[in-house]
C-alpha cells in the first residue's frame, strides 16, 4: 500500500517570518493527520529555522535544488550534505521552473538524484510536458526521456527510495489542472515504464505525485484516481487554509 504524500513547494515566496507563521498555522491545523506524509518544501534560508520548529511534528522539510558536489568552489550552490545538515529529508529535482530558467536537463538530474541518494535524502524527481509538446502528442515520450534518462544509472534499491512528481508544464500556476483522467493516463504510463525499467514489484512501490494547480476543489479527484499517491502543490502551499484543506480533504477521500 502506498502511503499518499502532499508536499508544498514554496518556491520563491515567503521571508522567515511569514514562513514560521504559516508552519505555526500548519503544526496547529494537521497535528492529528497520520494517513498522509506532509512535507513543506521553502526557499533555502528558511530551513535550518523551520527545521527546528518541525522536530517532533508529523510534517517534514525538503528543499527545492541541491548541486552534486558536497563542497567546493561553486559560488551560490548548496549541497546534499548541507540540506541534511539543515534539516532536510526531501529534495525537489528537476522542477520544470529549473528546467525552463535555469538549464537543467537530464544530466543535471541524473547527477543531483544520485547525490541526494548517496546522503539519504529523499528525492523528489519532477517530469512533465510542456503544452506545446502535449498538443503534438508527445506527452509519454517526454515522460520516457525524463524518465529513463534521469534515473540512468539508478539501481533497484535506489529507485525504492525515489519520489516521483508528475508535473505538466502547462498546468502549474496557471490554474488548468489536469483532469483527474489526464493525470491518471500519465501516472498509469509513468509506472508501467518503471515496471519495464525495473520490475512491477518496484514499480507498485513507488509514490507519484502529481503537481499543477491543485487546489482544495480538485484535490479529492484526483487522489480517487489508482496510480495518483499524492501532490506537490505550489501556489495553494502558501495559504496555510487551503493548504490544510487539500491535506484534510485528501484524508477524507482515503477514509471513506
Ligand atoms: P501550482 O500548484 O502553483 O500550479 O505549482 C505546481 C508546482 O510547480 C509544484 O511544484
Given at each position: 500500500?502506498?502511503k499518499?504524500?502532499i508536499?508544498?513547494?514554496?518556491?520563491?515566496?515567503?521571508?522567515?517570518?511569514?514562513?514560521?507563521?504559516?508552519?505555526?498555522?500548519?503544526?496547529?491545523?494537521?497535528?492529528?493527520?497520520?494517513?498522509?506524509?506532509?512535507?513543506?518544501?521553502?526557499?533555502?534560508?528558511?530551513?535550518?529555522?523551520l527545521?527546528?520548529?518541525?522536530?517532533?511534528?508529523?510534517?517534514?522539510?525538503?528543499a527545492?535544488?541541491?548541486?552534486?558536489?558536497?563542497?567546493?568552489?561553486?559560488?551560490?550552490?548548496?549541497?546534499?550534505?548541507?540540506?541534511?545538515?539543515?534539516?532536510?529529508?526531501?529534495?525537489?529535482?528537476?522542477?520544470?521552473?529549473?528546467?525552463?530558467?535555469?538549464?537543467?536537463?537530464?544530466e543535471?538530474?541524473?547527477?543531483?538524484?544520485?547525490?541526494?541518494?548517496?546522503?539519504?535524502?529523499?528525492?523528489?524527481v519532477?517530469?512533465?510536458?510542456s503544452?506545446?509538446?502535449?498538443?503534438?502528442?508527445?506527452?509519454?515520450?517526454?515522460?520516457e526521456?525524463?524518465?529513463?534518462?534521469?534515473?540512468?544509472?539508478?539501481?533497484?534499491?535506489?529507485?525504492?527510495?525515489?519520489?516521483?512528481?508528475?508535473?505538466?508544464?502547462?498546468?502549474i500556476?496557471?490554474?488548468?489542472?489536469?483532469?483527474?483522467?489526464?493525470?491518471?493516463?500519465?501516472?498509469?504510463?509513468?509506472?508501467?515504464?518503471?515496471?519495464?525499467?525495473?520490475?512491477?514489484?518496484?514499480?507498485?512501490?513507488?509514490?507519484?505525485?502529481?503537481?499543477?494547480?491543485?487546489?482544495?476543489?480538485?484535490?479529492s479527484?484526483l487522489?480517487?484516481?489508482?496510480?495518483?499517491?499524492?501532490?506537490?502543490?505550489?501556489?495553494?502551499?502558501?495559504d496555510?487554509?487551503?493548504?490544510?484543506?487539500?491535506?484534510r480533504?485528501?484524508?477524507?477521500?482515503?477514509?471513506s
Amino acid at each position: 500500500m502506498r502511503k499518499i504524500i502532499i508536499a508544498g513547494n514554496w518556491k520563491m515566496y515567503k521571508t522567515i517570518k511569514e514562513g514560521q507563521e504559516l508552519v505555526n498555522a500548519l503544526k496547529r491545523d494537521l497535528y492529528n493527520i497520520e494517513n498522509i506524509d506532509i512535507v513543506i518544501c521553502p526557499p533555502y534560508t528558511l530551513l535550518s529555522c523551520l527545521a527546528d520548529m518541525l522536530i517532533e511534528s508529523n510534517i517534514s522539510l525538503g528543499a527545492q535544488d541541491l548541486f552534486w558536489e558536497d563542497e567546493g568552489a561553486f559560488t551560490g550552490e548548496v549541497s546534499a550534505r548541507m540540506l541534511k545538515d539543515a534539516g532536510c529529508t526531501f529534495v525537489i529535482i528537476g522542477h520544470s521552473e529549473r528546467r525552463q530558467y535555469f538549464g537543467e536537463i537530464n544530466e543535471s538530474v541524473n547527477k543531483k538524484l544520485k547525490a541526494a541518494l548517496a546522503c539519504g535524502l529523499i528525492p523528489i524527481v519532477c517530469v512533465g510536458e510542456s503544452l506545446k509538446e502535449r498538443e503534438g502528442k508527445k506527452t509519454f515520450k517526454v515522460l520516457e526521456d525524463h524518465l529513463t534518462n534521469g534515473l540512468s544509472g539508478i539501481n533497484q534499491q535506489e529507485v525504492l527510495q525515489i519520489i516521483i512528481a508528475y508535473e505538466p508544464v502547462w498546468a502549474i500556476g496557471t490554474g488548468n489542472t489536469a483532469s483527474s483522467a489526464q493525470a491518471e493516463e500519465a501516472h498509469k504510463y509513468i509506472r508501467d515504464l518503471l515496471a519495464k525499467l525495473y520490475d512491477q514489484e518496484t514499480a507498485d512501490s513507488i509514490r507519484i505525485q502529481y503537481g499543477g494547480s491543485v487546489k482544495p476543489g480538485n484535490i479529492s479527484e484526483l487522489i480517487r484516481e489508482a496510480d495518483v499517491d499524492g501532490a506537490l502543490v505550489g501556489g495553494a502551499s502558501l495559504d496555510g487554509a487551503s493548504f490544510t484543506e487539500i491535506i484534510r480533504k485528501a484524508a477524507e477521500v482515503l477514509k471513506s
